[in-house]
């Protein structure tokens, strides 16, 4: 799934989560024999057990601290991505993880202030200097910048697809 990019009045919905969302919660341990359709459909379910089923392409994850912690299972990033799930939003994140989600075209945005983004809220991403998240309600929350190979990487829709495009003749 490549990023798509939040033109102006382009908004996303929120999908609050708290801190230490782990990788077995994103992709468990007892699907992982399966592919990442199966897995993606249990994403995140013992902490919201709707979500595989309700969230929609383009929506956002906000969450607290340690994001992504864990196990370096790539399928973790791999459901967010297959879902959909336009970015991630939160003040830091498992190391592992931020690699494994730019390698999959999955965009991290690392806030600080993003827990005090809200459950369904309507929010746009600014990938400008320096990368914001803005609210509805017209607050900006700055975020640290991205560098632009992850950028390019997130757009191109991962690592592969990124090496496919340099790689073909034009």
Known sequence: MKYKESG?????????????????????????KHGIEVI????????????SASVRPGDVVAAGPGFGIGSSREQAAQALARLGVAAVIAPSYG??????????????????????????????????????????DGRVLACDPIPDFLIDMARSGGLLNQLRKRMSPS
């Open 40 to 51: 993606a459909k249990h994403c995140l379910e013992s902490v919201r057990p709707e979500f």
């Open 95 to 136: 190391g592992l993880f931020f690699r494994n989600a730019f390698n999959v075209g999955l965009m991290l945005l690392t806030c600080a202030e993003a827990e005090s983004l809200q459950e369904a809220e309507r929010v746009e991403i600014r990938l400008g200097e320096p990368p914001a998240v803005a609210g509805a």
């Open 8 to 32: 102006t009045g382009t908004t996303h919905r929120v999908w609050k989560l708290g801190k230490d969302i782990d990788t077995d919660l994103l992709a468990p341990g007892y699907v992982m």
